[in-house]
């Protein structure tokens, strides 16, 4: 089953890197969003205010890494329907590759994508960012892989439904910021009605968002096993579902 | 290799539809170890559903199909060990390079693949093998999945297309790697929409149309049991041309425009008598050429109407 697994992973690695504006924008975007904002809010608030301090020290990094997972997913929606399109998983699938390894191969790209762009963040940060920040990095680390992981998932749904490769970036803002709005980040979940409150419990977002956050002041993990279970269970429950929708051609 | 009296690929009354639409029904047909067989028709007579039927690619509704002793749906992953596939449109990632493919492809099967760097050169890529795949010619890209077909030293080739939206000269060049193929002792099955192709590289074709087959044999056979006509145009200004062409036993009609006949008659021998006719009465040709029929009009014949391409 791992057979052509690693080769076919660097390989996508490199020919990710050979397109440099695309990865320059999925690398860029979080870390800009990150950086830009981080200095206009350090201008126009007086750090020391409370609200201030909250969101330059929790709400804007917990957005910006939330943006990753959206930008990984969404690379991932792109990738795999311009891949449909041209025949190149047909091509794939005509070898004894088996499908979860050509799928596999593009998820583990992904969530390096994640690591190296949450790294050069905290490199950025270091050196433009208004405030520091002492976080666990290797545990917020770990706390992202899963969540991009688990949404990953998701993204292969939405590559499902994807009709021709034109529309993969439209459809994936469409459904993936709206996710984002209800997630938690912005407003509390409990907040919302009770259609999007329902809505946003089986969203893979919500539970990054609350696993991030909470990593991110320091929380330990028992306190967070609720959002590991639910982020284990949607990637399951979406998997499954995407592995009878799929469509390789 | 498999020497026996075994075809290297079975298919019996195999049916596949697409919702309503029936794409190949009660398809059947041998193909033996070591030739080159063809599947041919037009566009959408069901061509790539039958050899993705017989790669595993697609489940048949009904009917069976081995391929070397193996069920192509059962044994999938065996099966793709031992054959090498080239598919029709198929492209790579834009941006992989050709050495990238082939060592990919080369580390996906079981048993030892052939030497990949020779492979390239074999087929006139090895000048290419640091190109990215999107900057290759549309000839290029064919002699690259011939590559990535060969890679595994399988015992059957399926080609689907292959030459489609090739220039002339690189058709020819893919056609020689073809015939290549056989003489390492693979049996090649081939689809095209391309009587010429058919005819220049196949030992035998099946034609089908509208998901069936038609007919099956060799190009020479097809052609002499569907189109056993024969036809003679020459030039002469012989007075008495015409009544001597007309007294030939095999000459069935006899046309004329100014001074060029159209001797129409059937089988082989027409030609020789006609010659033998025009030394025996000393006629003065100053153009002589015989039309001989082809798949074509094989085609025309058994369905009824022109084929398109």
Known sequence: ?249 | MNKTSQPVIHVSGVRKTYGATIAVDEVSFDVHDGEIFGLIGPNGAGKTTTMECIEGLRKPDRGNISVLGLDPVRDVYKLQNRIGVQLQQAQLQKRIKVWEAVDLWASLYEKKSVDGEQLLAQLGLADKRDAWFMNLSGGQKQRLFIALALINDPEVVFLDELTTGLDPQARRAIWELVRGIRERGKTVFLTTHLMEEAERLCDRVAIIEHGRIIDADTPARLVDRHCPERTVVLATDDAHAEERFRAIPRVESVGRSEARFTIRGRGDDLVTDVIHCLSENRIRVTEFRTVLPNLEDVFLKLTGHEFRD
């Open chain 1, 1 to 249: 089953m791992l057979r052509g697994l690693w080769k076919l992973t660097w390989i996508e690695i490199k020919i990710f890197l050979r397109e440099p504006l695309g990865a320059f924008g999925t690398i860029a975007v979080p870390v800009l969003v990150f950086l830009i904002g981080g200095r206009m809010a350090g201008r126009r608030m007086t750090p020391s205010s409370l609200d201030a301090s909250n969101f330059i020290r929790v709400g804007l990094p917990v957005l910006a890494t939330v943006l990753i997972t959206i930008s990984s997913v969404m690379s991932l929606i792109t990738i795999i329907s311009i891949y449909r399109e041209g025949g190149i998983l047909r091509r794939l699938r005509a070898t004894p590759l088996r499908p979860q390894t050509i799928l596999t191969a593009h998820v583990i790209v992904k969530l390096l994508l994640t690591v190296a762009t949450l790294a050069l963040m905290v490199l950025a940060g270091k050196r433009f960012y208004p405030v520091g920040v002492h976080v666990h990095l290797f545990s917020f680390t770990v706390a992202l892989v899963i969540a991009t992981w688990s949404t990953l998932s998701l993204g292969f749904l939405i590559a499902s439904i994807v009709p021709t490769a034109r529309f993969a970036q439209p459809i994936g803002v469409i459904l993936l910021y709206p996710m984002l709005a209800i997630s938690g980040l912005f407003f509390p979940v409990a907040a919302l009605p009770p259609l999007l409150h329902a809505l946003a419990r089986i969203l893979p977002l919500t539970y990054a968002v609350s696993l991030l956050q909470g990593i991110w002041v320091g929380e330990p993990w028992s306190a967070h096993l609720g959002d590991l279970t639910a982020l284990v269970v949607l990637f399951v429950a979406y998997t499954a579902i995407s592995a009878r929708i799929f469509r390789w051609e």
